[in-house]
Nanobody, 115 residues
Framework: QVQLVESGGGLVHAGGSLRLSCAAS????????MGWYRQAPGKQRELVAR???????NYADSVKGRFTISRDNAKNTVYLEMNSLKPEDTAVYYC?????????WGQGTQVTVSS
């Protein structure tokens, strides 16, 4: 089982920026995909962005052009740079990692964007 530790959430005004980090440890297999989901109150969890070990990325349409996902394979760490934040970005952000047959999740970090 992979342990994922997230950091970087917080409160920011609309238009501001935050950077989330997620460090993975304990994997028996190479970690293929890492990424971020988010869940706002009363809504389903949605994929925000993901990145493969080779650096290929995918983004939700709602964050394209504002969020950037990156990864340091040597550190097994994934980052989410969030710019031009909007109140609708407010959610708990969860990091995940796919390694071997498993998907593991972080504990979640709160991002709150005030208008």
């Amino acid at each position: 089982q992979v342990q994922l530790v997230e950091s970087g959430g917080g409160l920011v005004h609309a238009g501001g920026s935050l950077r989330l980090s997620c460090a993975a440890s304990g994997s028996r297999f190479s970690i293929n995909i890492m990424g971020w989901y988010r869940q706002a109150p009363g809504k389903q969890r949605e994929l925000v962005a993901r990145i493969t070990s080779g650096g290929s990325t995918n983004y939700a349409d709602s964050v394209k052009g504002r969020f950037t996902i990156s990864r340091d394979n040597a550190k097994n760490t994934v980052y989410l740079e969030m710019n031009s934040l909007k109140p609708e970005d407010t959610a708990v952000y969860y990091c995940y990692a796919d390694s071997g047959p498993s998907r593991d999740w972080g504990q979640g970090t709160q991002v709150t964007v005030s208008s």
